[in-house]
């Protein structure tokens, strides 16, 4: 009795056919795959990009670079998903600023991010063409970042005022320390001779309100950091004001190590100071601020008009103080520090 599901003994010709057929899909089969490959690599170039300039290091400004990440998520964006990031760190070296931001331009960015007055400028600089949304402390009209803060133009972003509050910074060390006569600032010139000046003056009319002398010093190497607290400690200097800025927060550890061995207590921009042994901190939170750098930018990205955003400016302002440090410098921390302060680390 035959077998019905017995293989079909195949003649030569319909053997050769078969195989035939057969290689026929497995080429078909290869060509799809050819060009379905090239095509996920066409989408993956498409992706949005940005380019992001920064003044500082990748490990320093980790915490500011995911705020921004956070930002964008806001906006629905998520990087290495639907956005990339083209990343340039000048690590403290401002002047290779300029040649990161000609490097950057030559991608083809959809926005390009300042962080920081210098990388601003550079890449303000650099380019017209490509909308720019910077984070700056300088006053950006001043700067000529931008045409006026409500109709910016082509760049818009955050100012989080430096200037401005270096007055304000000087009336609490000199809370804090109310004996001290003589109060130093250390500056750093490469940051920018108007930003600098700008803070020297707000500082210098603190002091001179409050009848206390101003000796300032500038850093802007390691080196130099080294002998301005040595110049500070030899003028009689009993509290200090330390500018905001990159390269200073870049040599955080370097600064505070300093300031414990000349046992000058210093009042700083940003948390990070105190959060490691500083005394104290006054400014806008960089975290918050880099999140709606973010958002600024996704809002571009969907299509919004640099023109039709007003450059935003933080309303709230913190106030860290480190009471164990407090301790070390034997200071008391006045009632009037302690109720203002929004933060106070043990």
Known sequence: MSNPVARRKLSPSSLAEEKALMKRRDFMAGLGLATALPAASRAQQTLPTIGFLSTRSPDEAATHTNAFRRGLEEMGYVENRNIKIEYRWAKGDYGSLPSFAAELVRHPL????????????AAKSATSAIPLVFL???????????????????????????GDLGGKRLELICAMVPTAGVIGLLVNPRFGSEVVEQHRQAVANAAKSLGRELVVQAGTTDAELDAAFGVLGKAGVKALVVQNDPFFDSRRSQILALSSEHQLPGIFHIREFPADGGLMSYGASLSDTYRLLGVY??????????????????????????MKSAKAFGLAVPQSVLVASDELIE
Request: aromatic residues 4%.
């Open 136 to 162: 700056v402390g300088d006053d950006p009209v001043r700067a000529g970042l931008v045409t006026s803060m409500n109709r910016p133009g082509v760049a818009t972003g955050v100012n989080f005022f430096t």
């Open 110 to 121: 959809s926005l390009i991010v300042g962080a920081g007055d210098p990388a601003a400028r």
């Open 297 to 322: 930018a996704g809002k571009i990205l969907h299509g919004a008009k640099p023109d039709n955003l007003p450059v935003l400016r933080p309303t709230k302002f913190e106030l860290v103080i480190n």
